[in-house]
């Protein structure tokens, strides 16, 4: 009765083992193995060589090359400010007026003074030519000649200082006006209403905002390195990753006794420029050009200090150790010192899924047929 029982049992242990067969242990095997990577040809990148532009760094801000800082030429009260900060002006346009009451009263009296003053001298001039012809025929004496024409003299005189101060007084009652002396925008009131304006108080600043240029400033030590007419390409805070170029056209002779740096106004090459002014701006004065082997930077793969890309070659990935230089300011890509040859097919994407040796198949890239084509246009029409 027992030998069947154990028969079974053996049966069943033989099963079991049957179970533990090296067939799971090579399923385990094979889900572990890397996948095969299929590459197509928008997912890799050849490394070539470009022109890699370095030279020094310029840091500064955009400013107005045409600027006017108006201030008061007279000392009045402000009736009038007829612009605010923004507003589009034209030559002539009245920005400002102030009161009038006090000139308007001494070009009066200017004006009645030189008019006093043309009578007198009208009066000592008849009185000197009755005295010349008196004199010719000795009915008067030179002395009265000459106290007449020391009158007429005076009269002269006191008439010419009356009608300097009538146009003194014509001048200060035009500047209680102020206009805008060219085209362009108000950028700073510093007045209002009620405002009691003194000679030289600030009124408003306008600006001319298609004559922007980059006031930048470069290191002492630095300068030698910068001439007339170098390109350089400079980002402007609030314009992102937008790239802006110009050229050196002034280098100030001397450099600031504070700070040790060279003033360099850089042009606009292209039309594109910011109109607001005073924005920071950075860049690099491209004054050496040198052929280099570079790469974006969103195909490094960073770990510290150390940088890697992940290169196809002969149908295998491989994780490249690189030594890299500058960043080209021009297109922001990184230069490539060591670990890297000309010609060598890199990953545009890396994954952190990939692994080293793992096989890669590049694939053409296959246009769609032309029944595929049929049928994505017939899912759009419906």
């Known amino acids: ?24 242990g090579d399923k385990k095997d094979a889900s572990t193995a890397p996948v095969k990577l299929v590459v197509g040809a928008e997912d890799i990148l050849r490394v070539e060589a470009n022109a890699l532009a370095s030279g020094p760094v310029v840091t500064g801000s955009i400013q107005p090359e045409r600027k006017a800082d108006l201030r008061a030429e007279v000392s009045a009260v402000v009736l009038q400010v007829l612009k605010e ?9 009245i920005l400002v007026r102030l009161d009038q009451t006090a000139i308007r009263d ?3 009296s200017a004006e009645d003074n030189a008019r006093n003053a043309a009578q007198s001298l009208d009066q000592a001039e008849r009185n000197l030519q009755r005295l010349k012809t008196l004199r010719a025929s000795g009915m008067t004496s030179l002395q009265a000649l000459d106290d007449a024409e020391v009158r007429r003299n005076g009269a002269q005189s006191e008439l010419s200082a009356s009608n300097a101060r009538a146009v003194l007084a014509r001048q200060q009652l035009e500047r209680t006006i102020v206009r805008a002396p060219f085209d362009g925008v108000v950028s700073d009131r510093k007045v209002s209403a009620g405002d009691t304006a003194s000679i030289g108080k600030e ?7 298609t004559s922007m240029r980059f006031a930048g400033r470069v290191s002492a030590d630095k300068i030698s390195l910068v001439s007339v007419g170098q390109p350089v390409g400079f980002r402007i805070n609030g314009y992102g990753n937008q790239e802006f ?17 060279v003033e360099v106004l850089v ?22 050009n040198v052929q280099a082997l570079t790469l974006p930077e969103s195909v490094l793969v960073k770990a510290g200090d150390k940088a890697s890309v992940w290169r196809v070659k002969n149908n295998t990935l491989n994780q490249v150790a690189l030594q890299i230089g500058a960043r080209d300011p021009r297109t922001g890509n990184i230069e490539i010192r060591s670990g890297l040859s000309e010609g060598d097919t890199i990953l545009r994407n890396p994954s952190s899924g990939f692994k080293e040796g793992q096989t890669a198949e590049l694939v053409a890239t296959k246009p769609p047929t032309a029944a595929a084509s ?9």
């Open 245 to 261: 170029r110009g050229k050196v056209t002034r280098v100030d002779p001397s450099a600031n006794d504070v700070t040790r740096q």
């Open 267 to 288: 042009s606009f090459s292209d039309a594109a420029q910011p109109k607001v002014a005073g924005l920071y701006a950075e860049g690099t004065i491209e004054s050496s």
């Open 106 to 108: 001494n070009l009066g």
């Open 203 to 209: 009124l408003l600043k306008v600006i001319d905002p």
């Open 1 to 24: 009765m027992l030998r069947p029982l154990f028969l079974a049992a053996a049966l069943v242990a033989g099963l079991a083992a049957c179970d533990k067969s090296p067939g799971k």
């Open 374 to 382: 049929a049928a994505s246009s017939t899912a759009k029409g419906t």
């Open 85 to 93: 900060n923004g507003d589009v002006v034209r030559r002539g346009d």
